[in-house]
């Protein structure tokens, strides 16, 4: 690769929206960063999401940093100078039961404590948020300041902002090791050759936990895919990102992502490494989940094993792009059409599926570790890091620039899972 620089203030490894908002923010602090990417920029998470920025639901760990994000992403498009189809059309959850309801209720009043204003929804108010709906008996919650956005859009809008004040983003370019030297980051190696530098962030997703296998770090952390289907164009809604049942967002151009909260588990190595630790979500969660044996799988435990072997996993999955389960869309389709009325001649024009990286209690790490010292981690971000990005890449950026974050990071440090921290799940959604 001819424009592999020799060296940098900092290597970002991923080009995902955590690595892009990073870099953005490092360069705007005048540091000079290159970012490396495997396959393409938003190739795996970033662009596969839903697109809901939520505050709503949050592990209440979560909302200070969430709600953060949330004022950035209200001036994010001018700050970008770029169409991020931000709509602050706010979020709904619809309860489907009782217990759910009793729930949301608790996580209102720790919500509230917060300074963030999220109110309960009765059966007959529901119509006002989404007009011409029918959603059940039970009401719901309603967040009125959330939104949405368009994930094939952002990543890429970050690079070029980041591109604007100098970094450099290497596609094509998977990252075999961090490179260390008497107990400090040193650099890293590249499949094109070693770069150089003092700090290196770990921005690489679902692949973080086998990075830090090799400098022999345990990260708990395995993969679960979700399935999400563009829908045709249908009549004009709502602009409120919904979770029904089914969840929906409408678009502006009137197409719909739909999706579930239902996941798939492809078993590989790290289920059974990890199997202890996820036990309590997976208690929570299981009847959210289905198991399967998938060749990804079994090719994965490989990557484990040695260093050759995770070489050749990150250059043959340039970009992870699982089928989706198109039998659950149908389903999702069909539930879609019972709730909205109005969408009842939409067709699904696409699906696609997307492995998303899970930690045991469902929070991130974002933190910078002591040892190897320059190291930098954000990454785990258990299916919701996507509204998450620019709050994440400031962070990063105050973590490596001024060697503290402006906020509290301790639930997110990674010896949580090595000092007997608390690992139980407090996420509502
Ligand atoms: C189906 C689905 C629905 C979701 N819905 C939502 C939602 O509505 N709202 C929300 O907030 N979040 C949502 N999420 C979660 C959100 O998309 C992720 O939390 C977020 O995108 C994670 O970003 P990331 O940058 O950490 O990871 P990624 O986007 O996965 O990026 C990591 C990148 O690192 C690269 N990489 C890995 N290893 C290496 C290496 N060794 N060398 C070089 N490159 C490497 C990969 O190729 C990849 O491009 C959803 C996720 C999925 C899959």
């Known amino acids: 690769?001819?424009?592999?620089?020799?060296?940098?203030?900092?290597?970002?490894?991923?080009?995902?929206?955590?690595?892009?908002?990073?870099?953005?923010?490092?360069?705007?602090?005048?540091?000079?960063?290159?970012?490396?990417?495997?396959?393409?920029?938003?190739?795996?998470?970033?662009?596969?999401?839903?697109?809901?920025?939520?505050?709503?639901?949050?592990?209440?760990?979560?909302?200070?940093?969430m709600m953060e994000s949330n004022r950035i992403w209200r001036t994010l498009e001018r700050e970008l100078n770029a169409d991020l189809e931000w709509i602050a059309g706010g979020n709904f959850v619809v309860f489907q039961t009782e217990a759910e309801r009793a729930t949301f209720e608790r996580w209102q009043g720790i919500a509230a404590?917060?300074?963030?204003?999220?109110?309960?929804?009765?059966?007959?108010?529901?119509?006002?948020?989404?007009?011409?709906?029918?959603?059940?008996?039970l009401?719901?919650?309603?967040?009125?300041?959330?939104?949405?956005?368009e994930p094939t859009k952002v990543t890429h809008a970050l690079q070029r902002a980041a591109e604007g004040r100098g970094a450099t983003f290497l596609t094509d370019c998977a990252v075999f090791g961090v490179e260390t030297s008497a107990g400090r980051v040193s650099g890293v190696e590249t499949e094109h050759g070693p770069i150089t530098a003092p700090t290196v962030?770990?921005?690489?997703?679902?692949?973080?936990?086998?990075?830090?296998?090799?400098?022999?770090?345990?990260?708990?952390?395995?993969?679960?895919?979700?399935?999400?289907?563009?829908?045709?164009?249908?009549?004009?809604?709502?602009?409120?990102?919904?979770?029904?049942?089914?969840?929906?967002?409408?678009?502006r151009d009137g197409t719909m992502n739909i999706a579930t909260r239902s996941v798939d588990h492809d078993l590989m190595v790290e289920s059974l490494l990890f199997g202890r630790v996820f036990l309590d979500d997976y208690r929570k969660h299981g009847h959210d989940l289905r198991l399967r044996l998938g060749r990804l799988g079994l090719s994965t435990a490989l990557g484990r094993v040695s260093r050759a072997a995770l070489k050749r996993e990150l250059t043959?999955?340039?970009?992870?792009?699982?089928?989706?389960?198109?039998?659950?869309?149908?389903?999702?389709?069909?539930?879609?059409?019972?709730?909205?009325?109005?969408?009842?001649?939409?067709r699904i024009d696409r699906a696609w599926g997307g492995y998303i990286d899970m930690t045991p209690d469902m929070l991130p790490v974002i933190d910078r570790l002591d040892s190897p010292d320059g190291l930098v981690i954000a990454s785990g971000f258990s299916g919701h890091g996507f509204g998450m990005g620019p709050i994440v890449g400031r962070l990063v950026s105050e973590i490596v620039a001024d060697g503290q974050p402006s906020m509290d990071l301790s639930a997110f440090r990674f010896r949580r899972f090595h000092d007997g921290g608390d690992l139980t799940s407090d996420t509502v959604i």
């Open 316 to 346: 043959r999955y340039r970009t992870l792009d699982p089928t989706p389960n198109h039998r659950q869309l149908d389903m999702v389709l069909g539930r879609l059409k019972q709730a909205i009325p109005a969408a009842a001649d939409v």
């Open 139 to 149: 009401g719901g919650i309603f967040t009125e300041t959330d939104g949405q956005a």
């Open 1 to 65: 690769m001819a424009n592999l620089p020799a060296r940098a203030d900092v290597v970002i490894v991923g080009a995902g929206i955590m690595g892009a908002a990073s870099a953005w923010y490092l360069a705007k602090r005048g540091l000079s960063v290159v970012v490396c990417e495997k396959g393409r920029v938003a190739g795996e998470q970033s662009s596969r999401n839903w697109g809901f920025v939520r505050q709503q639901g949050r592990d209440p760990a979560e909302i200070p940093l």
């Open 113 to 137: 404590g917060h300074g963030l204003q999220s109110r309960l929804v009765p059966a007959a108010g529901m119509q006002q948020i989404v007009p011409g709906s029918q959603l059940g008996t």
């Open 201 to 251: 962030v770990l921005a690489c997703g679902g692949w973080t936990s086998r990075m830090l296998a090799h400098l022999g770090l345990r990260f708990p952390q395995v993969w679960i895919k979700g399935s999400v289907a563009r829908t045709t164009s249908a009549p004009p809604i709502a602009e409120v990102a919904t979770w029904a049942g089914v969840a929906f967002r409408q678009r």
